[in-house]
Antibody, heavy 120, light 107 residues
């Protein structure tokens, strides 16, 4: 059974860097599936942040691209999100997810999410 | 970016009703569309992919159709556990995008 678990600080100060990790169990992170971060501000809809492929290709949301980095540590079976220069608008539930490879592949497994609040 | 517009944004219905949610894409996305269900406090759950393929374990009262720019999700007979928010997502090209969501509530 594939399981994903997000972890990281629940409170980040404005202008600082948000750092989250997603631990993956039950599937090798270096295999063909794609790994993604998705967020949801309180009371609002879902926003894709970015995706990482084991071959090294990474794709980011154009609205976040200048501030976001997704990286993978295959030795620890985890991948990470860094978002710099955060503001209150970055307050959200952050989810990690696995995406099925191939055109049109959906996000089939999700973590439970971790709430990050940006506040002084 | 490909914009997805769901309608309605809010839907009130009763147990046993048949409901349909529409998702329209700003440009053609073939059948590269997925539907997710989200209940309060929970992560989204994959219901349907490739527009009309039911994810394993999802009840057969859920069905999907469409291709190109117009897609629908239908629940044939609402059950109490179906009252949730539903999102469509296009997976045709990056950046990936979601619809704004349809909140389905009990009448």
């Amino acid at each position: 059974q594939v399981q994903l678990q997000e972890s990281g600080p629940g409170l980040v100060k404005p202008s600082e860097t948000l750092s989250l990790t997603c631990a993956v169990a039950g599937y090798s992170i270096s295999n063909t599936y794609c790994w993604a971060w998705i967020r949801q501000p309180p009371g609002r809809g879902l926003e894709w942040i970015g995706s990482f492929y084991p071959g090294g290709n990474t794709y980011y949301s154009p609205s976040l691209e200048s501030r976001v980095t997704i990286s993978v540590d295959t030795s620890k079976s985890q991948f990470s999100l860094k978002l710099t220069s955060v503001t209150a608008a970055d307050t959200a539930m952050y989810y990690c997810a696995r995406r099925v490879p191939g055109s049109g592949g959906p996000h089939d497994y999700w973590g439970q999410g971790t709430l990050v609040t940006v506040s002084p | 970016d490909i914009q997805l517009t769901q309608s309605p944004s809010f839907l009130s219905a009763s147990v046993g009703d048949r409901v349909t949610i529409t998702c329209r894409a700003s440009q053609g996305i073939s059948s590269h569309l997925a539907w997710y269900q989200q209940t309060p406090g929970r992560a989204p759950k994959l219901l349907m992919y490739a527009a009309s393929t039911l994810q394993s374990g999802v009840p057969s009262r859920f069905s999907g159709s469409g291709s190109g720019t117009e897609f629908t999700l239908t629940i044939s007979s609402l059950q109490p556990e179906d009252f949730a928010t539903y999102y469509c997502q296009q997976l045709n090209s990056y950046p990936l995008t979601f619809g704004q969501g349809t909140r389905l509530e009990i009448k």
